[in-house]
């Protein structure tokens, strides 16, 4: 459902009105309109878990001072859009305990679905970059079990297994680690 406002609402207008919300329901504010997300296949539900514990791992291992995320936070794109991904990493200051925003994303990650591939592998690719931390955005397939890798600072590639090095912040996973069991 997604909800027809009068006027485009702002991203601190719809972080209130969000944080007021009685019952928890994934939503995302898209040029200024309150869109709620779908209900997730049990797939999608693991492979976004399987990324964020192959994330996290990471980050530990490689001893670093960032912080991954499961879906939850909200990332502003700009004035009146602010998406909320499977999964990120962020690195440097931490976030109050209250907030609903994560300012700094330096990889961000989504899970395609039928219903939200045609806005992951555009809209979302092209408001990600638009932010100056974000270094990687994958997007996920979990039907295909292929991992898509966009990289600020380089050319897209289809990833269908082996290692994958995220550098900055300095990661290193493999493809089976963010697909998880099959």
Not at 57 to 72: F, I, K, M, N, Y
Not at 76 to 101: K, M, Q
Not at 118 to 142: C, R
Request: negative net charge; proline residues 8%; aromatic residues 4%.
């Amino acid at each position: 459902m997604n909800v027809a406002l009068a006027r485009a609402m702002t991203v601190d207008e719809y972080l209130a009105w969000s944080d007021h919300q009685s019952e928890r329901r994934r939503t995302e504010l898209i040029n200024g309109q309150i869109v709620t997300m779908p209900a997730e296949r049990l797939i999608h539900t693991r492979i976004k878990t399987s990324a964020f514990l192959a994330l996290r791992r990471a980050v530990e291992t490689a001893g670093l001072s960032c912080e991954v995320l499961p879906d939850g936070p909200t990332v502003r794109i700009d004035e009146h859009t602010a998406y909320e991904p499977d999964a990120l990493v962020h690195c440097g200051e931490s976030p109050a305990p209250n907030s609903l925003l994560i300012t700094n994303p330096i990889i961000v990650v989504e899970v395609l679905s039928p219903t939200t591939a045609h806005s992951d592998t555009s809209a979302k690719l092209i408001g990600y970059f638009k932010l100056p931390s974000v270094a990687h955005y994958l997007v996920i397939d979990p039907d295909a079990r292929t991992v898509t890798h966009y990289a600020r600072n380089g050319a897209p590639a289809l990833l269908a297994g082996g290692p994958l090095r995220l550098d900055p912040p300095g990661l290193d996973l493999t493809v089976e680690d963010l697909l998880g069991p099959a």
